[in-house]
C-alpha cells in the first residue's frame, strides 16, 4: 500500500527535476535576456525611426528563437538527453507556448500603443504609463511563465525587468534618451544575457559532450596500456 503511495510521487518528483534541469544550461536566461534587449532597442531607436525599432526588435526576437532552439538542440539535448514527459507536463509545455506566443504579440501591441500615442490620447502617460507596461505587460505574464516553467531564476528576471521600466521613467527625467534606455532596458537585458553565459560555461564544464568522454576515455586507456607494455 505504501509503496503504491510512494511511487508516483517519487515519479513526479523526479520529472520534476528532470524538467528544472533544462534550465540549467542558462539558454533560457539569454533568451529573456534578449527579449528585454529588444525592448531596449525600440525605445531607443523609436523615437527617431519607427522602421528601424521595429526591425531590431523583430530581429532580436528571431535572433533569441534561434540561439534557444539550435542549442538546445545541439548542446543541450546531447549531453543530457532527450526526456519525454507525462501528459500533465506535455499540457503545461503547450499552455507555456501559448503564453509565449501571447506574450510577443503583447510586445507588438505596446510598441504599437507607445508609438501611435495612443496611451496617452486616454491620458495615461509619464511614470504611470511605464509602471503599467512594466509590472502588468511585463512582471506579471514573466511571473506566469515562471509558473508554468517551474523556473525560480525567471521569478527575479520578471521583477527587474518590471523595474526596468519604472527605471526608465526616473531617468528619462535625468538624462535624454537614448541614454535612459540604454542604462535601464539595455544594462538589464544584456546583464540577464551575461548571466546566462557564465551558466551556459558552467553547464560546459559540467556536462562534456559524450564523444569528448569517450575520446578521453580512450586516451587515458592507451596511456595505461603504453606503460604497462
Known sequence: MNEKNIEPLDLRLLEKRAFRSAFED???????????????????????????????????NIAAVLILK????FITTPRLGNVKFGKKRKKKKIRLKLILSSFVVLNIIILFFTLNNLFKAINIEGLLLLMIIGFGFISIPFIVVAYFMDFKRLYFIAIIGGFS?????????????????????????????????????????????????????????????????
Do not use: C
Open 26 to 60: 542558462g539558454l533560457w536566461d539569454i533568451f529573456f535576456g534578449m527579449i528585454f534587449l529588444g525592448l531596449g532597442m525600440i525605445w531607443t531607436f523609436s523615437f527617431s525611426n519607427l522602421i528601424i525599432a521595429f526591425i531590431i526588435q523583430i530581429s532580436i
Open 70 to 73: 539550435l542549442l538546445k538542440k
Open 165 to 229: 521600466f519604472f527605471l526608465f521613467g526616473i531617468l528619462d527625467e535625468i538624462i535624454e534618451n537614448p541614454w535612459s534606455s540604454i542604462f535601464s532596458f539595455v544594462l538589464i537585458g544584456s546583464s540577464i544575457i551575461i548571466w546566462g553565459l557564465i551558466l551556459f560555461y558552467k553547464f560546459l564544464k559540467r556536462y562534456p559532450h559524450p564523444d569528448n568522454v569517450e575520446i578521453n576515455k580512450r586516451e587515458k586507456d592507451n596511456d595505461i596500456h603504453n606503460q604497462t607494455s
